[in-house]
């Protein structure tokens, strides 16, 4: 059949595995990266990319299925407490990590605690974790764990590759270095990282815990499995055209299309889910804390022509601030904003912005100015999304100061000195919605959006611990429309993961969050 | 001699230790937080990037980082890298001769092709050969490695399938790179071999040797070559270390593994101590290359031997 | 068999950025086997590129053989094939050069370079070639010919190197060996020497030589035949006593009587050639000279003289040849008169301070002044010391020029330096006016700077090549005076025209100008401000002898003028002579002599003087055993104990090794520090 | 006279790398060519022609508009990636600008790095430079131990951090190619100072009496500038290029109208596709190097007294 497994992998050309086949044994896999992962300690990692690794060495206790829902991995069972103050989840009982530590409960006590233990330095694990507390070893394959607060979140968060689980064993005898020297349940193990070169792994023999969803359950069909760490995209992309690599991922949009042409080459795609690439407006600075100055760049702005002309028809336009495939994902939104210069006109000269001899509009002796913050380098070409932006928003009579910078952290989260700023995230449930649209209260922290609207935050509050799915959906449906209504955000583009891959490489898949799944691969003579 | 080395050596060390102490400094001033850069900070918590800055040691005075920093080093100890919190000693070693490979690759071609197109084009002013190689080095001053090197991945690996497009290992790899820095170097030494061989052609010893009824190439090569090397040797010094420099791109364009890009890397990250390293290795390279350059300066120059060893 | 050189109607154009220029017109000339013949004129009258065109060394200079013919032994030179005049290069004709130091490639050995150069022309063992080089170093006579082999150019002293040059040329057994002015760079003692080696090997090889030379007391000396350029022509040629005695061309006769020699009085005014000689791009019509020439007619200046026969293998290229050799002769007779007639007149003209020195009232005195120079050290390397000057005691009178001689290194230019404090002393005073002169950056020092002038050597390096002329000249005004940029501008114009320059040239820039107009800038410049005391260092070194000559006239007729008083350091002993009242000799940092001009050179008291004096080309001491000094002047690093001329005195005994003679009156006004004046 | 021997050795090292990497050819310099052959690259038809080339660049920067025909911020969307045709002589971008266009707008920008990076440097280095040459002593060898360190941080580092420092921009773009070419101006100016002092001129003055600041000024900077006004010339090109590498590094600046380096780096992922996007502005950044090269040389030429003075 199609691409194999539950995946939402939609073969642009060519498709993997297309002709069905029987399974290759052996061989090695080298697959490209774009950028290098930052450790294989997924309690420390900060980088989507290095999940795409975890994938392989590690498992995680659940996996998200291609339908959204969420599935048994080394968990087999789960249950929550009435209140939904902690969970108990049943283990697998033949599952050993790859230094021979055998995966119990006390193994998941040991990852999470260790997760929030300060000492451990860990970072984005920790924020999933949330508001995970304590665990409690029922027996040696059942444990109970225990919440902060109630979260309808937390369980879809342990399908995330962030809380893939380490071997005690090995983390304990590293230390600082386990990073370096990683040890999981997955279907390949680490064999060496040279850095900003290569990561190697080899085939776990051992494997026999797949995922019930996956073609392939048993050890690997490859021998091994490289990555290689190659940031150029010519590079990237020469290395598949020339054979030097079987798998190149985020393939630009204009050689999609020259691949798609090319006979020894296949390309592979799927649509992440989570949050689309969102260009969100500071509500703190004027003039884009009022209603219509955001309608007006909403109007002003054609997203689909911009999306149409750097992807080239690649990109998926995004309407919402999910993406489609998410819980509540809300479609009636689609199509709903069209580009209408005359109506973004008329609502700046309706806020008293009269146009100036430049053509810039200009109020109380300021100019109409908008401060476009976006990182570098130029990433799924989004530096030229600005560019593109801000000559529209010339039409209307709107300024854009396009700064690009390769320091985020300190422009965005620290200064938060932006008036524009885009981002995306991948996820798995609506909840993450919170961290960017609800109120917050401590100090030096607040959302993208800087919103405070006690109406989206109980919304949000209920949707953290609404049971029921269906009222789940509804209320996040209602946050969207409201984002939507207050013109809150532009939504962009939902990103397409991109493989381009040599003939031979056969039943490469992905799963909801667009990372590639490399147990079932097989390599076609 | 031995009180000249023990001089050298201190002043190295002290060039050393300034740029450490500048490197420091400055990431010292810098804005912003490498904190922040290692977690996705819309879902992570305030105290947690607290607590992170507090475990790197992040919220200590600047005195008593940099005393610590040194004190640390002069135990062999430059820390562990803020992002993958490996050591950062072991991490630039294991790059280092991916990049001391590059670079010595590089400059050999450059040498040579500078060598080789200036000699003829400095005999032959005025003429095709020399117009030709002015181009050509002007050429390579005037292009952007990232761009030659793309260039020639998709000539010779993707169209002509004859050398891999990237990595680090093997020979094979290390053509291309070293080709598209190497140009750039080359360009200049064209430049300066010409002018010194000019230079040099004009000196009245070149008269006696032809007068001596020596061949033409025995003229140009065995005399007027060494001689024009001399002042040749200090620029293809500091073209090695530009070249040095120049790896931070020509390694991200082939994907080689390298200081170069440790160091593009540790600098987004502001990861300090890796910067640091990489600083480190590179004064001393720099140091290296100085040496080098004096110790070349008395194999062709018998009267700087002479006055070194002598007395 | 051999016939020699020969070299008919050679015109040599050479390729400049401002077009081709022809440096060589229609030359022709003869060398027979065993004779020598000398190349004399002025710079860039061609004598370089004409030899060099002999071995066709032109090809690599933009040069081109573009008329005439050079035949060797019968054979055509101009037209032969590159390689086969490869193989006459070195081999049949070979060639020295002016400077020793720059012909040599510094980076190998002198062995190396010798047997290279035997390896060009003949297949032989390496050892067999390296012992014949041996030979041939101790044949130039070298000393320690083994340990030479192995040293680079730069371990070597000039004339050592000039020795071994010479050697390397008569390694492939050369029919004709050129030399071009093999002897300029090189001080006077050695300069004989290397003569007196090369007439030895002419003789003893029966080579014929040609050699060039800018010093016609070279050319006497040397030359059996003489050939005169002027301009890229040939103005005259023949036998070497009859050209120097009765030239037949008018410039052979203003040359002759420009250079200074011991039959002219000293104060006289020199007869110098006006003017200067034509560049290669302006070349004027006709005669070449006739711009310069007291006999130039219409026909000069419209048609060019063929070098006519003159009769007893003489050739002379002048439309007056027959006017030109009359007036020369009758020149020369006023010379061999006119002394004795004049002499009185003259001193009568110097102001009277100037003659007798003593009774005048001292204005520079030098008490033992002392300059070493560290070098070295630090690097590890062991610091030592260069007695530059070492204990020099002396004393300037108001209104008299003194001159100091000594060959080249022996401190001279330091001791000039010192005495206008431009360079604090190690040791030791300078008293100017009976006052200790203020040093350096010290308040009082600008004001001295009025008083005390310097004319320098090098009259181009010595001016800011950005600057005009007329910028130059005023610099010491604007530090000095107050002067309006208007009277600057009009002072500048009158001390221009002071040294016979136009005033309206002060917008032009030096590289505009000759040599002696440099020069000349150079003087304007020193006297602006009306100093008292002029230090000139070596003011006409590197003047031709045409031009040297109207630089002396113009200094002698300034200092009568301005009554100057003035330090006049050269190693041109004639020079000197004829300009100074006293003269003092240095050697190694120490004054060895000093007396007054004329007694000097009647009754020398110190062997080096002796030597020195008899190391002038064609002096009557000159060749004579007795009194040469021998090998070269020692490292002043390590001064010899003792005398330091000890090493190279004739008559040096056990006591000049030990003791430093003293300063012992000889005669009236003439002290010696030797411990056996002569 | 009062510099340690060390001192003296580099600077006359780097005397003869400026005199012979500068082409300089002596008088009388040799060439075989004769008359009747064709001469190649005769300066003066090769200079005019890049003089031409200049003043051509310099209206671009000038009065683009009168040049370019299209705005070169005007995207036409449904003329994208559009091969040089009559329409759009060198084709057009993914935006669907006209690349023509925006090379002759972005010539401004690029003139503008160039210039005012090379300004900026050769202004500090040259203070450094003449401040250590002229002073002396320790002064001199506290600041050349400093452009050391300098030299032994890589630019690329100080780039990075400059720009991390005061946020990107065209201005500090410029300041942090500048500071990373401070040192090399500094040495040439150094060992310039240092050679120009000895001269005869500078002693003739001094004789007179005149004030070391006048003879500094008067004498001594002016005499000491060409060869730093010539390196400066190079810098012109290797400062855009520079600027390039930086754009390539994630570190240009997003402008409405980019100059060459941006475009070049911007353009190069579509190299397989669209390969004019970034060849025609690395034409234009090879033409103004050339240009500037040749014209560097001859101008060289006639401000070198030396050779004016010559037939
Ligand atoms: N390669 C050359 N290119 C251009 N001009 C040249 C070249 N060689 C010589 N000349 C010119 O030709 C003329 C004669 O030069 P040459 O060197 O033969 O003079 P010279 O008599 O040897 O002078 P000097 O006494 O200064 O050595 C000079 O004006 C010189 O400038
Ligand atoms: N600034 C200096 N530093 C070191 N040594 C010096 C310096 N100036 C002169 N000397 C040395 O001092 C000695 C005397 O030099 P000086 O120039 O006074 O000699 P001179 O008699 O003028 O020689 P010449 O005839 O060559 O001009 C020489 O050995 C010279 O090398
Ligand atoms: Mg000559
Ligand atoms: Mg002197």
Same mark, same amino acid.
């Given at each position: 059949g199609p691409a194999p497994g539950g995946s939402t992998a939609k073969a642009a050309s060519g498709t993997a595995g297309s002709a069905a086949s029987t399974p290759v044994q052996g061989g090695e896999l080298t697959y490209a990266l774009a950028t290098s992962p930052d450790t294989l300690d997924p309690r420390r990692s900060g980088l989507a990319v290095s999940v795409r690794v975890f994938g392989a060495l590690y498992d995680t206790l659940l996996i998200r299925n291609a339908d959204g829902s969420l599935g048994p991995s080394l968990a087999t069972e789960w249950k929550a407490s009435e209140g939904g103050l902690s969970y108990t989840l049943k283990l697998r009982d033949d599952v050993k990590f790859q230094d021979g530590t055998p995966f119990n409960a006390e193994a998941v006590k040991y990852n999470f605690d260790s997760i929030i233990d300060p000492e451990t330095k860990a970072a984005n694990a920790l924020a999933l974790l949330h508001p995970y507390k304590s665990s409690e070893v029922i027996d040696e394959h059942t444990i109970k764990l225990n919440l902060e607060t109630p979260s309808q979140a937390f369980l879809g968060n342990l399908s995330q590759g962030m809380l893939s689980l380490v071997s005690p064993t090995a983390a304990q005898k590293d230390g600082e270095n386990y990073g370096k020297n990683p040890v999981g349940t997955g279907p390949f193990k680490f064999v060496s990282w040279s850095e900003n070169a290569e990561i190697k792994l080899a085939k776990n023999p051992d494997y026999a815990w797949g995922s019930a969803e996956s073609p392939n359950t048993g050890a690997a069909y490859l021998d091994a499995l490289t990555f290689k760490i190659v940031p150029e995209e010519a590079t990237r992309i020469g290395g598949v055209q020339s054979g030097q690599v079987l798998a190149a991922e985020t393939v630009p949009p204009q050689n999609v299309v020259a691949l798609q042409n090319d006979p020894n080459a296949q390309l592979l795609q799927t649509n992440t889910i989570g949050f689309p690439y969102t260009l969100f407006f500071n509500l703190e600075h004027e003039p884009w804390n009022e209603l219509k100055a955001r309608q007006a760049v909403q109007y002003a702005v054609d997203l689909d022509s911009i999306v149409k002309t750097l992807y080239l028809g690649t990109y998926e336009r995004a309407w919402s601030s999910v993406t489609p495939g998410i819980l509540g994902y809300d479609e009636s939104l689609e199509g709903q904003i069209k580009p209408d210069t005359a109506k973004a006109n008329a609502l700046l000269d309706e806020l008293g912005w009269v146009k100036g001899a430049d053509g810039i509009r200009v109020k109380d002796g300021k100019k109409l100015t908008l401060h476009y913050v976006d990182g570098s380098p130029n990433r799924e070409k989004r530096n030229d999304i600005a560019a593109m932006i801000r000559e529209q928003l010339k039409a209307i009579g709107i300024e854009t100061e396009v700064e690009i910078t390769q320091d985020i952290a300190t422009v965005v989260y620290q200064n938060w000195d932006y008036d524009l700023y885009g981002n995306s995230q991948v996820n798995s449930d609506p909840h993450g919605l919170a961290s960017f649209y609800h109120s917050t209260e401590e100090e030096g922290r607040r959302t993208l959006s800087g919103l405070s609207d006690p109406q989206v935050d109980e919304w949000l509050d209920q949707g953290a611990i609404e049971p029921d799915e269906a009222k789940r959906a509804e209320l996040y449906k209602k946050v969207q429309q409201y984002i939507s209504d207050q013109a809150l955000i532009l939504p962009v583009y939902v990103f397409p993961y991109t493989v381009a891959a040599g003939r031979s490489v056969q039943g490469l898949a992905f799963d909801p969050f667009g990372y590639p799944i490399f147990n079932d691969v097989y390599l076609q003579k | 001699m031995l009180q000249a080395i023990a001089s050298r050596l201190a002043s190295s060390l002290l060039v050393i230790v300034g740029s450490l102490a500048l490197v420091f400094c400055i990431f010292y001033l810098l804005p912003g937080d490498p904190v922040l850069s290692m977690v996705d900070p819309t879902s992570v918590s305030p105290e947690v990037i607290e607590n992170l800055r507090e475990q790197l040691g992040l919220n200590r005075p600047f005195h008593e980082r940099l005393l610590t920093y040194f004190g640390d080093m002069l135990t062999g100890d430059f820390g562990r890298s803020l992002v993958g919190s490996e050591p950062v000693l072991p991490k630039i070693l294991h790059q280092v001769p991916a990049t001391l490979l590059l670079t010595a690759a590089s400059s050999l071609i450059a040498i040579v092709v500078g060598v080789a197109l200036g000699v003829p084009s400095a005999v032959r002013k005025g003429g095709l050969i020399d117009f030709a190689a002015r181009i050509v080095g002007l050429f390579g001053i005037s292009m952007p490695t990232f761009w030659s090197g793309i260039l020639l991945i998709l000539i010779f690996s993707v169209q002509l399938k004859w050398l891999p497009a990237m990595g680090s290992d093997g020979w094979a790899t290390l053509v291309m790179p070293a080709l598209a820095l190497g140009f750039v170097g080359a360009g200049s030494i064209v430049r300066m071999v010409r002018g010194s061989m000019l230079e040099v052609l004009g000196e009245p010893f070149v008269t006696t040797l032809r007068a001596k009824g020596l061949r033409e190439r025995l003229v140009q090569y065995k005399h007027v070559l060494r001689n024009a090397l001399i002042p040749a040797v200090t620029l293809i010094g500091m073209q090695i270390g530009d070249m040095l420099a120049g790896t931070v791109i020509i390694e991200t364009v082939f994907s080689r593994q390298g200081v170069g890009r440790i160091l593009a890397d540790a600098i987004m990250a502001k990861d300090l101590p890796v910067v640091q390293g990489v600083v480190f290795f590179t004064a001393i390279v720099y140091v290296g290359i100085n040496l080098l350059v004096d110790l070349s300066y008395a194999a062709i120059d018998p009267r700087i031997r002479r006055r070194g060893a002598g007395q | 068999m051999k016939t020699g050189l020969e070299v008919k109607e050679l015109t040599i154009d050479v390729h400049t950025p401002r077009g081709t220029l022809t440096a060589v017109s229609e030359i022709s000339f003869d060398i027979a086997p065993g004779e020598t013949v000398c190349l004399v004129g002025? $710079?860039? $009258?061609g004598k370089t590129i004409a030899s060099k065109a002999i071995m066709r060394l032109t090809d690599y200079e933009n040069g081109r053989i573009a008329g005439g013919h050079i035949r060797l032994g019968g054979q055509s030179i101009e037209s032969l094939p590159d390689h086969l005049v490869r193989g006459l290069r070195g081999r049949r004709i070979a060639m020295i050069f002016q400077e020793p130091m720059a012909a040599f490639d510094p980076v190998f050995t002198i062995g190396s370079q010798i047997v290279e150069t035997m390896r060009a022309h003949r297949r032989e063992k390496k050892s067999v070639l390296q012992q014949e080089g041996v030979e041939l170093l101790r044949r130039v006579g070298i000393p320690e010919p083994e340990l030479r082999m192995k040293q680079y150019p730069g371990e070597l002293s000039g004339g050592m190197l000039q020795r071994a040059m010479i050697a390397m040329a008569l390694s492939g057994g050369p029919e004709l060996l050129i030399a071009d002015e093999p002897t300029t760079a090189l001080d006077v003692t050695v300069q004989a020497q290397i003569l007196e080696l090369l007439d030895e090997l002419k003789e003893s090889l029966g080579m014929s030589i040609l050699l060039i030379t800018h010093d016609l007391g070279v050319a006497a000396q040397m030359a059996d035949r003489i050939v005169v350029l002027y301009a890229g022509r040939v103005a005259e040629q023949g036998p070497a006593a009859e050209v120097l005695t @009765?030239?037949?061309h008018p410039y052979t006769s203003g040359l002759l009587n420009s250079a200074l020699t011991q039959d002219i009085r000293r104060g006289e005014r020199l007869r110098a050639i006006e003017g200067s000689p034509p560049g290669l791009a302006d070349m004027p019509g006709g005669c070449r000279f006739h711009p310069r020439c007291a006999y130039a007619s219409d026909r000069c200046r419209e048609s060019v003289p063929p070098l006519s026969d003159q009769g007893s293998g003489r050739l002379a290229a002048c439309w007056h040849a027959d006017e030109a050799a009359a007036g020369a002769a009758a020149a020369s007779f006023a010379a061999a008169v006119q002394p004795e007639v004049s002499r009185p007149l003259l001193q009568a003209a110097l102001p009277v301070a100037a003659i007798n020195g003593k009774a005048s009232p001292i204005l520079l005195e030098a008490q033992n002044l002392k300059k070493h120079y560290p070098i070295g050290g630090g690097w590890g390397r062991r610091k030592r010391v260069i007695h530059a000057v070492d204990g020099v005691s002396l004393s300037i009178a108001e209104g008299e020029t003194f001159g100091l001689v000594g060959e080249s290194g022996s401190g001279k230019s330091t001791l000039g330096r010192l005495l206008l404090q431009l360079e604090s002393q190690t040791e030791g005073r300078v008293l100017y006016g009976g006052e200790e002169l203020s040093p350096q950056g010290s308040r009082r020092w600008r004001e001295t700077r009025r008083d005390l002038q310097i004319i320098h050597q090098d009259p181009y390096g010595t001016v800011d090549p950005r600057w005009n002329i007329g910028e130059i000249i005023a610099e010491p005004l604007g530090v000095h005076t107050k002067l309006t940029a208007a009277e600057r501008r009009g002072r500048v114009g009158e001390l221009l025209e002071q040294v016979g320059l136009q005033s309206s040239w002060q917008d032009r820039y030096p590289h505009e100008f000759s040599g002696g107009q440099r020069q000349r800038i150079g003087i304007a410049r020193a006297i602006a401000v009306n100093p008292r005391f002029i230090l000139a260092d070596e003011a006409v070194s590197a003047l031709d002898v045409s031009v040297q000559a109207q630089i002396v006239n113009l200094l002698q007729d300034l200092q009568r003028q301005l009554g100057l008083t003035s330090l006049f350091i050269a190693h041109g002993l004639q020079v000197v002579r004829h300009i100074s009242n006293r003269i003092g000799v240095m050697y190694l940092g120490k004054l060895v002599e000093v007396a007054p001009s004329e007694e000097l050179f009647r009754r020398p008291a110190h062997p080096y003087t002796r030597a020195l004096l008899s190391s002038i080309p064609g002096s009557p001491q000159a060749g004579n055993e007795t009194f040469t000094a021998k090998g070269e002047i020692p490292s002043p690093m390590n001064p010899p104990a003792g005398c330091r001329f000890h090493t190279r005195c004739p008559i040096a005994t056990d006591l000049c090794r030990r003791a430093e003679p003293a300063f012992v009156s000889v005669g009236s006004g003439h002290t010696a520090a030797c411990h056996y004046p002569l | 006279m009062k510099h340690s021997a060390a001192a003296a050795k580099t600077s006359g090292r780097l005397r003869r790398i400026r005199q012979a990497g500068l082409d300089k050819a002596p008088c009388g310099a040799q060439h075989r060519t004769s008359g009747t052959k064709l001469r190649f690259g005769s300066a003066d038809v090769l200079t005019g022609l890049a003089g031409i080339a200049v003043s051509f660049l310099v209206l671009c920067a000038l009065v683009p508009g009168w040049i @370019?025909?299209? $705005?070169?911020?005007?995207?036409n969307t449904a003329a994208i990636?559009? @091969?040089? $045709? %009559?329409?759009?002589p060198l084709g057009t971008d993914y935006f669907g600008r006209d690349v023509f266009s925006l090379i002759v707008y972005g010539t401004r920008d690029s003139l503008l790095i160039g210039i005012c990076s090379v300004l900026v440097g050769v202004l500090i280095g040259g203070t450094l430079g003449t401040l250590a040459g002229y002073a002396g002593g320790k002064l001199d060898t506290v600041l050349m131990r400093l452009m050391d360190v300098l030299l032994t941080v890589p630019g690329i580092l100080l780039a990075l951090t400059i720009a991390a420092a005061l946020g990107p921009g065209l201005r500090n773009i410029v300041l942090a190619i500048a500071i990373s070419s401070v040192p090399g101006y500094a040495r040439v100016m150094r060992g310039q100072i240092l050679a120009i002092r000895r001269r005869g001129y500078v002693f003739a003055s001094r004789a007179i009496g005149a004030r070391p600041s006048s003879i500094l000024i008067r004498h001594v900077l002016p005499n000491s500038a060409a060869p730093l006004l010539v390196m400066a010339t190079l810098g012109l090109g290797s400062s855009i290029l520079a600027g390039a590498g930086l754009s390539f590094l994630g570190l240009g600046v997003l402008k409405e109208i980019p100059d060459w380096g941006a475009l070049l780096s911007q353009g190069r992922?579509?190299?397989? %596709?669209?390969?004019w996007i970034c060849t025609f502005p690395g034409l234009a950044i090879t033409l103004f190097v050339l240009s500037i090269n040749l014209i560097g040389d001859r101008w060289r030429d006639a401000v070198d007294p030396k050779r004016k003075g010559k037939v």
């Open positions: - | - | 002025e $710079s860039g $009258s @009765a030239p037949r | @370019a025909p299209y $705005s070169p911020t005007e995207m990636l559009q @091969a040089p $045709s %009559v329409l759009h992922g579509y190299l397989t %596709v669209a390969w």
